[in-house]
């Protein structure tokens, strides 16, 4: 048996794409924005080679985002292959995730190389992609039909016990945190903890 729609669509299909495509869209879900969108054959070549030299998955990852910077940075080939995607995402704003891992020793330096990677990108992209610092940073890339990014943690791990590190990542264009994520860090319970306790 086929159901029949509760409502009728008040758009067709190409108006809700031209909807779309003039609407001022913040995709907050895009934490690859600056480390998944470029793969190209650099990095398939680079990554065939850690396989092969037995790198974990987390090794390679840090790898490649390496390369991926690296590349849009040297190639105008590979930052217009990195742009198309921002183009054909629909997408005027995205939010990029770079709080590290879950290894407390790791999360500060590895948090600080994949935010200045991003800045790397954004510097090399000609004005294509800026950083989001605030609202009148949004109304410009919507007006000048750019795109932004907002940088954001998903864990508060990255600040260890050194508060002073919250205006340090502020500078370097860190706009949102999330407290906790999977597991347990000095500030709270993640959402995976089998024993919860809470925020602490």
């Not at 934490?31 to 650099?42: I, K």
């Not at 200045?116 to 510097?123: E, K, Y």
């Not at 000609?126 to 949004?138: H, W």
Request: aromatic residues 6%; hydrophobic residues 40%.
């Amino acid at each position: 048996m086929v159901r029949e729609p509760i409502r009728v669509p008040s758009l067709t299909a190409d108006d809700a794409l031209k909807l779309h495509h003039e609407a001022l869209v913040i995709d907050a879900q895009q934490p690859p924005a600056t480390s998944g969108f470029l793969f190209n054959d650099t990095m398939r070549l680079a990554l065939a080679d850690m396989y092969a030299a037995g790198y974990t998955s987390p090794e390679a990852h840090q790898q490649l985002l390496r390369i991926a910077a690296n590349e849009i940075q040297t190639s105008s080939a590979a930052a217009d292959e990195y742009m198309s995607t921002w183009d054909e995402s629909g997408i005027t704003i995205g939010a990029g995730t770079y709080a590290a891992g879950n290894r407390a020793e790791i999360a500060f330096e590895e948090t600080v190389t994949q935010m200045a990677q991003a800045r790397s990108i954004i510097d090399a992209s000609d004005g294509r992609l800026s950083l989001i610092r605030n609202a009148s940073d949004i109304e410009k890339v919507y007006q000048d039909g750019t795109h932004g990014l907002i940088m954001d943690l998903q864990d508060t791990l990255p600040f260890g016990t050194d508060l002073d590190r919250i205006d340090m990542f502020h500078s370097l264009g860190l706009r949102q945190v999330q407290l906790t994520y999977n597991l347990r860090n000095l500030v709270g319970d993640g959402c995976t903890e089998s024993n919860p306790s809470g925020v602490s």
